[in-house]
Protein backbone atom coordinates (compact mmCIF):
# COMPACT_ATOMS: atom_id res chain seq x y z
CA UNK A 1 0.00 0.00 0.00
CA UNK A 2 1.19 3.34 -0.84
CA UNK A 3 2.45 4.89 2.45
CA UNK A 4 0.92 8.32 2.09
CA UNK A 5 -2.24 6.82 1.64
CA UNK A 6 -1.87 4.35 5.04
CA UNK A 7 -0.84 7.78 6.40
CA UNK A 8 -3.84 9.58 5.75
CA UNK A 9 -6.05 6.73 6.51
CA UNK A 10 -4.39 6.18 10.33
CA UNK A 11 -5.04 10.03 10.74
CA UNK A 12 -8.66 9.79 9.78
CA UNK A 13 -9.03 6.97 11.60
CA UNK A 14 -7.65 9.07 14.50
CA UNK A 15 -10.04 11.86 14.36
CA UNK A 16 -13.32 9.59 13.77
CA UNK A 17 -12.14 8.30 17.71
CA UNK A 18 -11.58 11.73 18.77
CA UNK A 19 -14.62 12.21 17.31
CA UNK A 20 -16.32 9.57 19.14
CA UNK A 21 -14.89 10.07 22.45
CA UNK A 22 -15.61 14.22 22.03
CA UNK A 23 -19.41 13.03 21.41
CA UNK A 24 -19.69 10.37 24.25
CA UNK A 25 -17.89 12.85 26.48
CA UNK A 26 -20.28 15.52 25.71
CA UNK A 27 -23.35 13.34 26.31
CA UNK A 28 -21.86 12.09 29.78
CA UNK A 29 -21.39 15.63 30.49
CA UNK A 30 -24.88 16.46 29.76
CA UNK A 31 -26.47 13.10 31.61
CA UNK A 32 -24.38 14.55 34.60
CA UNK A 33 -25.24 18.30 34.44
CA UNK A 34 -29.47 16.88 34.38
CA UNK A 35 -31.15 16.99 37.37
CA UNK A 36 -32.96 13.82 38.58
CA UNK A 37 -36.71 14.37 38.14
CA UNK A 38 -38.48 14.92 41.19
CA UNK A 39 -41.23 12.29 42.52
CA UNK A 40 -44.82 12.38 43.25
CA UNK A 41 -46.93 10.49 45.26
CA UNK A 42 -50.94 10.50 44.51
CA UNK A 43 -52.67 9.58 47.83
CA UNK A 44 -56.11 9.72 46.67
CA UNK A 45 -58.09 9.62 43.82
CA UNK A 46 -57.14 13.41 41.45
CA UNK A 47 -57.93 14.47 37.77
CA UNK A 48 -55.25 14.94 35.25
CA UNK A 49 -55.66 17.70 32.52
CA UNK A 50 -54.54 18.33 28.89
CA UNK A 51 -53.23 21.33 29.51
CA UNK A 52 -52.08 23.34 32.90
CA UNK A 53 -55.36 24.73 33.53
CA UNK A 54 -58.78 23.34 35.34
CA UNK A 55 -61.19 23.05 32.36
CA UNK A 56 -62.84 19.81 31.48
CA UNK A 57 -60.84 16.94 33.47
CA UNK A 58 -58.82 14.21 30.72
CA UNK A 59 -59.03 11.77 33.26
CA UNK A 60 -58.70 10.30 36.65
CA UNK A 61 -55.30 8.94 38.29
CA UNK A 62 -55.94 6.73 41.24
CA UNK A 63 -53.89 6.89 44.47
CA UNK A 64 -51.37 5.59 45.96
CA UNK A 65 -49.42 5.70 43.15
CA UNK A 66 -45.83 7.38 42.59
CA UNK A 67 -44.99 9.26 39.52
CA UNK A 68 -41.89 11.26 38.30
CA UNK A 69 -42.53 14.95 37.26
CA UNK A 70 -41.77 16.15 33.94
CA UNK A 71 -42.07 19.24 33.83
CA UNK A 72 -43.63 22.20 36.11
CA UNK A 73 -45.33 25.23 35.19
CA UNK A 74 -45.93 27.92 37.34
CA UNK A 75 -49.60 29.56 37.45
CA UNK A 76 -51.70 31.79 39.14
CA UNK A 77 -53.59 28.63 40.50
CA UNK A 78 -50.76 27.25 41.70
CA UNK A 79 -48.05 24.53 40.57
CA UNK A 80 -49.07 21.79 37.65
CA UNK A 81 -46.92 18.71 37.29
CA UNK A 82 -46.87 16.86 33.80
CA UNK A 83 -46.92 13.13 34.49
CA UNK A 84 -47.05 10.12 32.55
CA UNK A 85 -50.34 9.00 32.40
CA UNK A 86 -52.11 5.76 30.72
CA UNK A 87 -53.41 8.86 27.66
CA UNK A 88 -49.88 9.82 27.89
CA UNK A 89 -48.32 13.17 28.84
CA UNK A 90 -50.70 14.72 30.92
CA UNK A 91 -50.86 17.61 33.65
CA UNK A 92 -51.99 17.35 37.73
CA UNK A 93 -52.47 20.37 39.80
CA UNK A 94 -51.03 20.82 43.10
CA UNK A 95 -52.84 19.73 45.79
CA UNK A 96 -53.56 17.96 49.37
CA UNK A 97 -53.90 14.26 47.14
CA UNK A 98 -50.30 15.09 46.16
CA UNK A 99 -47.57 15.04 48.07
CA UNK A 100 -43.53 15.50 47.27
CA UNK A 101 -41.91 12.07 47.67
CA UNK A 102 -42.28 8.05 46.72
CA UNK A 103 -43.41 5.52 48.46
CA UNK A 104 -40.66 3.32 49.42
CA UNK A 105 -41.30 -0.38 49.16
CA UNK A 106 -40.31 -2.47 52.23
CA UNK A 107 -41.17 -5.85 53.09
CA UNK A 108 -40.67 -6.26 56.79
CA UNK A 109 -42.62 -7.99 60.23
CA UNK A 110 -42.97 -5.51 63.00
CA UNK A 111 -44.66 -5.13 66.33
CA UNK A 112 -46.88 -2.39 67.58
CA UNK A 113 -46.73 -1.45 71.21
CA UNK A 114 -49.74 0.56 71.59
CA UNK A 115 -53.59 0.67 69.74
CA UNK A 116 -52.87 2.89 66.24
CA UNK A 117 -54.77 4.39 64.24
CA UNK A 118 -55.34 3.08 60.78
CA UNK A 119 -56.19 5.02 57.57
CA UNK A 120 -57.41 4.40 53.96
CA UNK A 121 -54.12 6.79 52.82
CA UNK A 122 -51.77 8.60 54.46
CA UNK A 123 -52.35 12.06 55.39
CA UNK A 124 -56.09 11.44 55.80
CA UNK A 125 -56.08 12.05 58.96
CA UNK A 126 -59.86 12.46 59.48
CA UNK A 127 -60.72 9.58 58.03
CA UNK A 128 -59.30 6.88 60.65
CA UNK A 129 -60.98 3.90 60.60
CA UNK A 130 -61.13 0.63 63.30
CA UNK A 131 -58.06 0.94 65.04
CA UNK A 132 -56.06 -1.72 65.73
CA UNK A 133 -54.40 -3.42 69.14
CA UNK A 134 -51.26 -4.18 69.58
CA UNK A 135 -49.61 -7.37 67.18
CA UNK A 136 -47.58 -8.08 64.76
CA UNK A 137 -47.93 -6.50 61.19
CA UNK A 138 -46.39 -7.04 58.38
CA UNK A 139 -45.21 -3.43 56.60
CA UNK A 140 -45.22 -2.87 52.49
CA UNK A 141 -44.45 0.97 51.96
CA UNK A 142 -43.23 4.15 53.51
CA UNK A 143 -43.34 7.42 53.52
CA UNK A 144 -40.55 9.78 54.87
CA UNK A 145 -40.66 7.62 57.82
CA UNK A 146 -43.55 9.00 58.63
CA UNK A 147 -46.61 6.96 57.27
CA UNK A 148 -46.61 2.92 57.29
CA UNK A 149 -48.22 0.68 54.94
CA UNK A 150 -49.74 -2.35 56.10
CA UNK A 151 -51.26 -5.89 54.64
CA UNK A 152 -54.66 -6.21 56.93
CA UNK A 153 -56.63 -9.53 57.23
CA UNK A 154 -59.31 -8.03 54.98
CA UNK A 155 -57.27 -7.41 52.08
CA UNK A 156 -57.22 -3.91 51.52
CA UNK A 157 -53.81 -1.74 52.78
CA UNK A 158 -54.40 0.46 55.06
CA UNK A 159 -51.68 3.30 56.64
CA UNK A 160 -50.99 3.83 60.53
CA UNK A 161 -49.02 7.23 61.51
CA UNK A 162 -45.63 7.20 63.15
CA UNK A 163 -46.43 3.93 65.22
CA UNK A 164 -44.66 2.65 68.09
CA UNK A 165 -42.69 -0.45 67.03
CA UNK A 166 -41.10 -3.01 69.29
CA UNK A 167 -38.57 -3.09 66.47
CA UNK A 168 -37.76 0.94 67.20
CA UNK A 169 -37.32 1.14 70.36
CA UNK A 170 -33.85 2.45 71.34
CA UNK A 171 -32.14 2.08 74.66
CA UNK A 172 -29.95 5.71 74.73
CA UNK A 173 -27.54 4.76 78.06
CA UNK A 174 -28.08 7.01 81.20
CA UNK A 175 -26.66 7.17 84.88
CA UNK A 176 -28.86 10.02 86.88
CA UNK A 177 -31.57 10.22 89.77
CA UNK A 178 -34.90 11.02 89.76
CA UNK A 179 -37.56 11.51 91.54
CA UNK A 180 -41.03 10.12 90.97
CA UNK A 181 -43.48 12.35 92.22
CA UNK A 182 -46.35 10.06 91.92
CA UNK A 183 -47.34 6.31 92.24
CA UNK A 184 -46.24 4.94 88.72
CA UNK A 185 -46.39 1.60 86.72
CA UNK A 186 -43.73 -0.48 85.88
CA UNK A 187 -43.42 -2.21 82.50
CA UNK A 188 -41.35 -5.33 81.16
CA UNK A 189 -42.42 -4.00 77.91
CA UNK A 190 -43.16 -0.34 77.33
CA UNK A 191 -46.80 -0.26 76.15
CA UNK A 192 -46.97 -3.43 75.77
CA UNK A 193 -46.27 -5.32 79.05
CA UNK A 194 -47.12 -4.69 82.62
CA UNK A 195 -44.54 -5.64 85.64
CA UNK A 196 -46.63 -7.11 88.21
CA UNK A 197 -45.10 -4.02 90.64
CA UNK A 198 -45.63 -0.43 90.76
CA UNK A 199 -43.39 2.32 93.06
CA UNK A 200 -44.41 4.87 95.02
CA UNK A 201 -43.36 8.74 94.77
CA UNK A 202 -39.76 7.94 95.36
CA UNK A 203 -35.65 8.15 93.92
CA UNK A 204 -34.92 6.04 91.88
CA UNK A 205 -31.73 5.57 89.15
CA UNK A 206 -32.13 6.03 85.22
CA UNK A 207 -30.00 3.03 83.56
CA UNK A 208 -31.11 4.19 80.29
CA UNK A 209 -33.84 6.51 77.94
CA UNK A 210 -36.14 5.81 74.68
CA UNK A 211 -37.28 9.29 73.52
CA UNK A 212 -40.18 8.27 71.40
CA UNK A 213 -40.27 11.68 69.54
CA UNK A 214 -44.54 11.64 69.97
CA UNK A 215 -45.62 14.77 72.31
CA UNK A 216 -47.58 13.48 74.92
CA UNK A 217 -48.93 16.29 78.27
CA UNK A 218 -48.23 20.45 77.33
CA UNK A 219 -46.77 19.33 73.98
CA UNK A 220 -43.75 17.75 76.09
CA UNK A 221 -41.74 14.57 74.12
CA UNK A 222 -42.97 11.40 75.21
CA UNK A 223 -39.69 9.67 77.11
CA UNK A 224 -39.61 6.32 79.01
CA UNK A 225 -37.25 5.43 81.74
CA UNK A 226 -35.34 2.09 82.33
CA UNK A 227 -34.38 2.28 86.06
CA UNK A 228 -33.27 -0.07 88.43
CA UNK A 229 -35.30 -1.65 90.73
CA UNK A 230 -35.66 -4.73 93.64
CA UNK A 231 -36.60 -7.06 90.52
CA UNK A 232 -34.08 -5.90 88.30
CA UNK A 233 -34.25 -3.24 85.53
CA UNK A 234 -38.01 -2.14 84.21
CA UNK A 235 -39.61 0.74 82.25
CA UNK A 236 -41.30 3.26 83.26
CA UNK A 237 -43.12 6.33 82.19
CA UNK A 238 -43.64 9.36 84.43
CA UNK A 239 -46.32 11.70 84.84
CA UNK A 240 -44.57 14.17 87.08
CA UNK A 241 -40.86 13.03 87.04
CA UNK A 242 -37.77 15.41 88.09
CA UNK A 243 -34.53 14.76 87.05
CA UNK A 244 -31.10 16.24 88.10
CA UNK A 245 -31.69 14.89 92.05
CA UNK A 246 -28.51 15.09 93.80
CA UNK A 247 -27.22 13.28 97.36
CA UNK A 248 -27.46 15.29 100.54
CA UNK A 249 -26.51 15.22 104.11
CA UNK A 250 -26.41 18.39 105.67
CA UNK A 251 -29.07 20.09 108.53
CA UNK A 252 -31.70 22.65 108.21
CA UNK A 253 -33.87 24.95 109.74
CA UNK A 254 -36.96 26.59 109.03
CA UNK A 255 -36.47 30.41 111.24
CA UNK A 256 -39.90 31.10 110.79
CA UNK A 257 -41.57 27.80 109.92
CA UNK A 258 -42.28 26.74 106.60
CA UNK A 259 -44.49 23.61 105.41
CA UNK A 260 -43.23 20.12 103.69
CA UNK A 261 -44.58 19.52 100.23
CA UNK A 262 -45.25 16.20 98.51
CA UNK A 263 -42.71 16.92 96.01
CA UNK A 264 -40.57 19.83 94.93
CA UNK A 265 -42.28 23.17 92.81
CA UNK A 266 -45.70 21.74 94.07
CA UNK A 267 -48.22 23.44 96.29
CA UNK A 268 -49.37 20.37 97.73
CA UNK A 269 -48.73 20.90 101.18
CA UNK A 270 -48.46 17.74 103.55
CA UNK A 271 -47.15 18.65 107.26
CA UNK A 272 -45.88 22.11 109.22
CA UNK A 273 -42.78 22.62 110.92
CA UNK A 274 -42.55 24.82 113.30
CA UNK A 275 -39.78 27.29 113.40
CA UNK A 276 -36.58 26.22 114.45
CA UNK A 277 -36.91 22.67 113.42
CA UNK A 278 -33.52 21.11 112.92
CA UNK A 279 -34.09 18.98 109.81
CA UNK A 280 -31.94 16.48 107.88
CA UNK A 281 -31.68 16.46 103.95
CA UNK A 282 -30.91 13.47 102.14
CA UNK A 283 -31.33 15.33 98.78
CA UNK A 284 -31.83 18.18 96.55
CA UNK A 285 -33.22 19.71 93.30
CA UNK A 286 -32.59 23.26 93.17
CA UNK A 287 -33.79 24.84 96.13
CA UNK A 288 -35.71 21.99 97.42
CA UNK A 289 -34.77 19.68 99.97
CA UNK A 290 -35.76 16.02 100.93
CA UNK A 291 -36.11 15.55 104.89
CA UNK A 292 -37.94 12.97 106.95
CA UNK A 293 -41.65 14.57 108.00
CA UNK A 294 -41.10 13.23 111.93
CA UNK A 295 -42.48 9.55 110.78
CA UNK A 296 -40.57 6.95 108.15
CA UNK A 297 -41.87 9.21 104.96
CA UNK A 298 -39.99 12.11 103.53
CA UNK A 299 -41.45 15.43 102.26
CA UNK A 300 -39.64 18.36 100.52
CA UNK A 301 -39.15 22.01 102.00
CA UNK A 302 -37.39 25.55 100.30
CA UNK A 303 -35.81 27.21 103.32
CA UNK A 304 -36.31 30.31 100.84
CA UNK A 305 -39.75 30.07 99.42
CA UNK A 306 -40.56 29.27 103.25
CA UNK A 307 -38.37 32.33 104.75
CA UNK A 308 -40.49 34.73 101.48
CA UNK A 309 -43.80 33.41 102.19
CA UNK A 310 -42.99 33.81 105.87
CA UNK A 311 -40.74 36.91 106.19
CA UNK A 312 -37.80 37.45 108.81
CA UNK A 313 -40.06 39.07 111.76
CA UNK A 314 -43.39 37.38 111.21
CA UNK A 315 -45.24 36.98 114.77
CA UNK A 316 -48.05 35.60 116.02
CA UNK A 317 -51.18 37.39 115.90
CA UNK A 318 -54.89 37.08 116.77
CA UNK A 319 -57.04 39.97 114.77
CA UNK A 320 -59.98 39.97 113.24
CA UNK A 321 -59.91 40.72 109.41
CA UNK A 322 -62.42 42.57 107.38
CA UNK A 323 -62.40 41.03 103.79
CA UNK A 324 -64.40 43.30 101.40
CA UNK A 325 -65.03 43.51 97.48
CA UNK A 326 -62.28 45.97 97.43
CA UNK A 327 -59.42 43.38 99.27
CA UNK A 328 -56.80 41.80 97.34
CA UNK A 329 -54.68 39.05 98.81
CA UNK A 330 -51.40 37.44 98.86
CA UNK A 331 -49.31 34.39 98.79
CA UNK A 332 -46.47 36.15 100.24
CA UNK A 333 -46.31 40.28 101.09
CA UNK A 334 -44.91 42.13 98.22
CA UNK A 335 -46.23 42.99 94.63
CA UNK A 336 -45.63 39.25 93.37
CA UNK A 337 -47.64 37.48 95.34
CA UNK A 338 -50.95 38.68 93.94
CA UNK A 339 -53.00 35.22 94.41
CA UNK A 340 -56.43 36.89 93.83
CA UNK A 341 -57.35 40.95 92.62
CA UNK A 342 -60.22 42.93 93.82
CA UNK A 343 -63.84 41.64 93.36
CA UNK A 344 -62.81 38.06 94.68
CA UNK A 345 -64.41 38.15 98.06
CA UNK A 346 -67.68 38.63 99.16
CA UNK A 347 -67.80 40.54 102.67
CA UNK A 348 -66.74 38.37 105.43
CA UNK A 349 -64.62 38.43 108.40
CA UNK A 350 -61.14 35.89 109.13
CA UNK A 351 -58.98 35.57 112.02
CA UNK A 352 -55.38 36.17 111.44
CA UNK A 353 -52.63 33.59 112.73
CA UNK A 354 -49.34 36.23 111.77
CA UNK A 355 -48.75 39.52 111.02
CA UNK A 356 -45.78 41.23 109.62
CA UNK A 357 -44.92 44.61 109.38
CA UNK A 358 -43.07 45.08 106.06
CA UNK A 359 -42.56 49.49 106.45
CA UNK A 360 -43.98 52.18 107.79
CA UNK A 361 -46.99 52.18 105.57
CA UNK A 362 -48.57 48.64 105.87
CA UNK A 363 -49.45 45.73 107.70
CA UNK A 364 -49.33 42.21 106.60
CA UNK A 365 -51.79 39.86 108.11
CA UNK A 366 -51.66 36.15 107.61
CA UNK A 367 -54.86 34.25 107.54
CA UNK A 368 -55.60 30.22 106.93
CA UNK A 369 -58.09 30.50 103.59
CA UNK A 370 -59.86 28.09 101.28
CA UNK A 371 -56.57 27.53 99.16
CA UNK A 372 -53.66 28.09 102.11
CA UNK A 373 -51.74 30.49 103.88
CA UNK A 374 -52.86 34.02 102.81
CA UNK A 375 -51.83 37.97 103.32
CA UNK A 376 -53.50 40.81 103.43
CA UNK A 377 -52.02 44.36 103.66
CA UNK A 378 -53.64 47.00 105.49
CA UNK A 379 -52.15 50.64 105.91
CA UNK A 380 -51.02 51.76 109.62
CA UNK A 381 -52.77 54.46 108.95
CA UNK A 382 -56.26 53.69 108.82
CA UNK A 383 -57.36 56.72 106.84
CA UNK A 384 -54.95 55.50 103.76
CA UNK A 385 -56.56 54.01 101.30
CA UNK A 386 -53.46 53.46 98.68
CA UNK A 387 -51.48 50.76 98.20
CA UNK A 388 -53.96 48.56 99.90
CA UNK A 389 -55.81 45.65 97.77
CA UNK A 390 -54.27 46.91 94.32
CA UNK A 391 -51.15 45.22 93.30
CA UNK A 392 -50.63 43.38 90.50
CA UNK A 393 -47.71 41.93 88.65
CA UNK A 394 -48.14 41.53 84.81
CA UNK A 395 -46.90 39.66 81.97
CA UNK A 396 -47.01 41.27 78.69
CA UNK A 397 -44.38 42.05 75.47
CA UNK A 398 -41.53 44.82 75.27
CA UNK A 399 -40.11 46.38 72.55
CA UNK A 400 -37.01 48.13 74.56
CA UNK A 401 -36.00 49.89 76.62
CA UNK A 402 -35.58 53.75 76.98
CA UNK A 403 -31.76 55.60 77.56
CA UNK A 404 -29.87 52.18 77.12
CA UNK A 405 -30.71 50.80 80.44
CA UNK A 406 -32.34 47.19 80.64
CA UNK A 407 -35.30 48.23 81.51
CA UNK A 408 -38.42 50.46 81.23
CA UNK A 409 -39.87 52.55 84.52
CA UNK A 410 -42.89 54.47 83.95
CA UNK A 411 -45.87 56.13 85.65
CA UNK A 412 -49.41 56.72 84.05
CA UNK A 413 -53.03 57.31 84.91
CA UNK A 414 -54.47 53.78 84.74
CA UNK A 415 -57.21 55.70 83.39
CA UNK A 416 -58.71 57.46 79.99
CA UNK A 417 -59.59 60.27 82.25
CA UNK A 418 -58.08 63.56 82.35
CA UNK A 419 -60.04 65.38 85.45
CA UNK A 420 -61.40 64.22 88.38
CA UNK A 421 -64.81 64.82 90.66
CA UNK A 422 -64.15 65.91 94.03
CA UNK A 423 -63.78 62.64 96.11
CA UNK A 424 -63.17 60.82 93.15
CA UNK A 425 -59.75 58.31 93.24
CA UNK A 426 -57.03 59.11 91.23
CA UNK A 427 -55.85 55.84 89.88
CA UNK A 428 -51.89 55.99 88.64
CA UNK A 429 -49.71 52.90 87.55
CA UNK A 430 -46.25 52.59 88.50
CA UNK A 431 -44.42 50.10 85.77
CA UNK A 432 -41.23 48.60 85.60
CA UNK A 433 -40.41 46.47 82.87
CA UNK A 434 -37.34 43.75 81.97
CA UNK A 435 -36.21 44.68 78.27
CA UNK A 436 -33.64 42.70 78.17
CA UNK A 437 -32.81 39.35 76.74
CA UNK A 438 -31.16 38.05 80.71
CA UNK A 439 -32.53 37.53 83.77
CA UNK A 440 -33.00 41.32 85.21
CA UNK A 441 -32.57 41.20 89.51
CA UNK A 442 -32.25 43.63 92.66
CA UNK A 443 -29.60 42.87 94.65
CA UNK A 444 -30.54 46.03 96.69
CA UNK A 445 -34.72 46.05 96.37
CA UNK A 446 -35.46 48.87 94.59
CA UNK A 447 -37.45 51.34 96.97
CA UNK A 448 -39.25 54.18 95.27
CA UNK A 449 -41.34 57.11 96.31
CA UNK A 450 -44.60 58.76 94.15
CA UNK A 451 -44.81 62.81 94.81
CA UNK A 452 -48.20 64.88 93.81
CA UNK A 453 -46.86 68.23 92.99
CA UNK A 454 -49.69 71.40 92.43
CA UNK A 455 -48.40 72.80 89.43
CA UNK A 456 -48.62 76.64 89.88
CA UNK A 457 -47.71 79.28 86.81
CA UNK A 458 -46.98 77.83 83.22
CA UNK A 459 -48.53 74.29 83.95
CA UNK A 460 -45.29 73.07 80.96
CA UNK A 461 -43.00 74.64 82.95
CA UNK A 462 -43.80 73.34 85.78
CA UNK A 463 -43.95 69.52 84.70
CA UNK A 464 -40.46 70.19 83.48
CA UNK A 465 -39.32 71.52 87.33
CA UNK A 466 -42.04 69.60 89.68
CA UNK A 467 -39.49 69.80 92.26
CA UNK A 468 -39.85 73.45 92.65
CA UNK A 469 -43.20 72.75 92.89
CA UNK A 470 -45.80 72.40 96.11
CA UNK A 471 -45.94 68.71 97.26
CA UNK A 472 -49.37 68.21 97.84
CA UNK A 473 -48.90 63.97 98.94
CA UNK A 474 -46.04 61.95 98.80
CA UNK A 475 -45.97 57.89 99.48
CA UNK A 476 -43.08 55.63 99.68
CA UNK A 477 -43.60 52.37 98.16
CA UNK A 478 -43.16 48.75 98.47
CA UNK A 479 -39.70 47.75 97.82
CA UNK A 480 -39.51 45.87 94.43
CA UNK A 481 -37.31 42.83 94.86
CA UNK A 482 -38.84 40.24 92.36
CA UNK A 483 -36.25 39.08 89.81
CA UNK A 484 -37.54 39.69 86.35
CA UNK A 485 -36.56 36.33 83.87
CA UNK A 486 -38.14 37.43 80.92
CA UNK A 487 -37.92 39.89 77.86
CA UNK A 488 -41.95 40.31 78.80
CA UNK A 489 -42.09 40.40 82.26
CA UNK A 490 -43.13 43.58 83.74
CA UNK A 491 -43.89 44.38 87.93
CA UNK A 492 -46.43 46.76 88.50
CA UNK A 493 -47.84 48.55 91.16
CA UNK A 494 -51.45 50.06 91.38
CA UNK A 495 -51.76 53.08 93.26
CA UNK A 496 -54.74 55.39 94.34
CA UNK A 497 -54.77 59.06 95.53
CA UNK A 498 -57.65 59.93 97.65
CA UNK A 499 -57.45 63.36 96.95
CA UNK A 500 -56.38 64.13 100.71
CA UNK A 501 -53.29 66.10 101.20
CA UNK A 502 -50.45 65.70 104.02
CA UNK A 503 -53.02 66.85 106.52
CA UNK A 504 -55.56 64.55 105.45
CA UNK A 505 -57.53 67.37 103.91
CA UNK A 506 -59.20 67.57 101.05
CA UNK A 507 -57.18 69.00 97.78
CA UNK A 508 -57.81 72.21 96.57
CA UNK A 509 -59.19 72.49 92.43
CA UNK A 510 -57.03 72.84 89.82
CA UNK A 511 -53.76 71.25 87.86
CA UNK A 512 -51.48 68.35 89.78
CA UNK A 513 -48.54 66.40 88.46
CA UNK A 514 -47.53 62.89 89.92
CA UNK A 515 -43.94 62.15 89.58
CA UNK A 516 -41.78 59.13 90.49
CA UNK A 517 -39.16 60.84 92.89
CA UNK A 518 -35.48 59.57 91.82
CA UNK A 519 -33.48 57.80 94.34
CA UNK A 520 -29.75 55.91 93.17
CA UNK A 521 -30.41 52.55 92.57
CA UNK A 522 -28.61 49.00 91.59
CA UNK A 523 -29.09 46.10 88.93
CA UNK A 524 -28.19 43.29 88.18
CA UNK A 525 -28.30 41.33 84.40
CA UNK A 526 -28.01 37.16 84.09
CA UNK A 527 -25.60 35.43 86.05
CA UNK A 528 -23.14 38.01 86.18
CA UNK A 529 -21.58 39.05 89.99
CA UNK A 530 -20.91 42.68 89.18
CA UNK A 531 -23.78 44.57 89.73
CA UNK A 532 -24.51 48.48 87.88
CA UNK A 533 -25.01 51.31 90.27
CA UNK A 534 -27.08 53.64 88.89
CA UNK A 535 -26.96 57.84 90.19
CA UNK A 536 -29.65 59.62 91.16
CA UNK A 537 -29.63 61.52 87.77
CA UNK A 538 -29.30 58.54 85.63
CA UNK A 539 -32.58 57.21 87.74
CA UNK A 540 -34.45 60.26 86.61
CA UNK A 541 -33.44 60.25 82.57
CA UNK A 542 -35.02 56.34 83.28
CA UNK A 543 -38.21 57.48 85.16
CA UNK A 544 -39.95 59.13 82.56
CA UNK A 545 -42.55 62.29 82.54
CA UNK A 546 -44.68 63.33 85.13
CA UNK A 547 -48.57 62.41 84.81
CA UNK A 548 -50.59 65.57 84.69
CA UNK A 549 -54.15 65.65 85.78
CA UNK A 550 -56.81 68.30 86.90
CA UNK A 551 -58.86 68.07 90.35
CA UNK A 552 -62.11 69.78 89.24
CA UNK A 553 -64.16 72.02 91.47
CA UNK A 554 -67.67 70.60 93.74
CA UNK A 555 -71.14 71.90 92.70
Avoid at 121 to 146: F, L, M, V
Avoid at 413 to 442: C, D, G, I, K, M
Avoid at 528 to 554: I, Y
Wanted: proline share 8%; charged share 20%.
Amino acid sequence: MNPCRRLAITVCALIAVSGIYESTSMAVARAEETPEQPLLTIIRDTPFYREAEEAAPAGMLGGVQTLRVKETAHESTGNWYKVDTWLGEQWIPQSSAVIEGEVKSVDMKAHTLRVQAMYPAPYASGDASEPIAPQEIHITGKIDNDWYRIDTAAGTPKWLYRPLLLENIKEDPADYDMLLTRQEQLYEIPYLQTAPMTLSPQIVHVLAEWRTGMSGYRHSEIVWYRIRTDQGPRWVLPSEEKIGIRKESQSLTLPTGGYGYRAPETDDSAVWFEPGTVLEASASYGGWFEVKNGTADTVWINPQLSLQRRPLGTEPANVTLRLTGDTAVYRYPGTGGIVHNKGYYAPQEVQSIAKWSGDDQLDWYLFRGMDGDLWVPQPVNPSDRSLVGSWTYYRQGANGGMHGEPFDLTLTRSTYLYSFEPEEAVPLRLSLRNTSEQVLSWPVPLQLQVQIVRLNGDPEEAVLRPEQQEVVWSRKLPALSAPLPNRTDNETIDIEWDQKDRSGQPAAPGKYAARIVPAPAAYRLGEQDNMKVMTQEEMRAVSGEPVVFTLLPGM
